[in-house]
């Protein structure tokens, strides 16, 4: 008698990983499959790195192409879905959504032209009326989520912590129009804040804007109030450090319990052997230590 594959799916249901760019799709896959689980990755095209998720059942997809993503997901059985990995917002007329995805977008609706905590929401929420669970990166990946305090061998002295807690509030603050995550504070003086170009990109013009009069320099990393954290965690890795380090900063400080690190044992090193701290800090207006 034929195994009965339909029902074998069903009794196993897999998590569907919706992977952006980055190594963060591989760890989550990685995750689930360490705990006795099984993955199916939906790769956006142009974005997800073949070599990352190429080890697991996958398939390579147009971003605007909802039915064929939706066919494979429910095909391999996807009951919680993983949406993880940076995903440039591609304007509407490079979309070209098939049928199913033209319908999506019209359920969107208002949401596809705010702020990008606005948009994931709304595609949580869509997604969810498809009859699937969203779950958040962190879920499975409990050992790259930022711990409270310092994380490596250095930590920030007072004046860092007063530009710590500067940039806080500059982050909370841009957060509440949906604008970014991150900042970068030199001595009292606000360097940077990240809008479209992401982290990278900031840390890039940082370097050019350090002043050599003032102190140190801190790259801050916090979730928005109110963010959607089933699909938009800040995230930090190896390449983060570097380019702190290219910029001349003192430390890396972001958000315990809603930041993710990717590689944190590297990050770790990295940050010890360039006498950088990397910190992990509580949201609001808790104390920095």
């Given amino acids: 008698m034929a195994p009965d594959i339909a029902a074998y799916r069903r009794e196993t249901a897999c998590v569907g990983i919706l992977a952006g760019g980055g190594p963060l799709p591989g760890e989550v896959a990685q995750a689930v ?18 070599d990352v998720i190429g ?20 095909e391999h059985g996807c009951r919680n879905l993983v949406l993880i990995g940076p995903v440039r917002r591609p304007s509407l007329i490079n979309l070209r959504p098939d049928a199913t995805g033209a319908r999506i977008l019209a359920r969107i609706g208002k949401a596809l032209f705010a702020g990008d905590d606005g948009l994931l929401g709304a595609i949580v929420r869509v997604l969810g009326e498809e009859g699937f669970t969203i779950r958040g990166a962190h879920e499975y990946l409990s050992g790259s989520v930022a711990r409270r305090g310092a994380m490596g061998a250095v930590a920030p002295d007072e004046a860092a912590r007063a530009d710590i807690m500067l ?24 360097l940077a804040v990240e ?20 102190p140190g320099g801190v790259l801050v990393k916090m ?48 940050a010890n052997e360039a006498g950088l701290f990397l910190t992990g ?4 207006d808790e104390k920095i230590t």
């Fill in 33 to 50: 499959e360490q705990a006795g689980g099984r993955v199916f990755i939906v790769g956006f095209q142009g974005f997800a790195d073949p």
């Fill in 55 to 74: 080890r697991w059942p996958h398939r390579m997809i147009r971003l605007a192409a909802a039915g064929e993503i939706l066919s494979a997901l429910h």
């Fill in 281 to 284: 800090i509580g949201g609001g």
């Fill in 195 to 214: 809008a479209l170009e992401g982290t990278d990109g900031m840390l890039e013009r940082v370097a050019g804007l350090r002043q050599p009069d003032r």
């Fill in 167 to 190: 940039a806080r509030k500059v982050i909370w603050r841009l957060g509440e129009l949906d604008i970014g995550q991150g900042c970068v504070v030199q001595g009292g003086l606000v």
């Fill in 223 to 270: 979730a928005k109030p109110g963010q959607e954290r089933r699909a938009d965690l800040p995230t930090i890795g190896p390449r983060t450090l570097a380019g702190v380090i290219a910029a001349g900063l003192r430390g890396i400080a972001i958000e315990a319990g809603a930041t993710l690190i990717t590689d944190p044992a590297a990050c770790i090193t990295m």
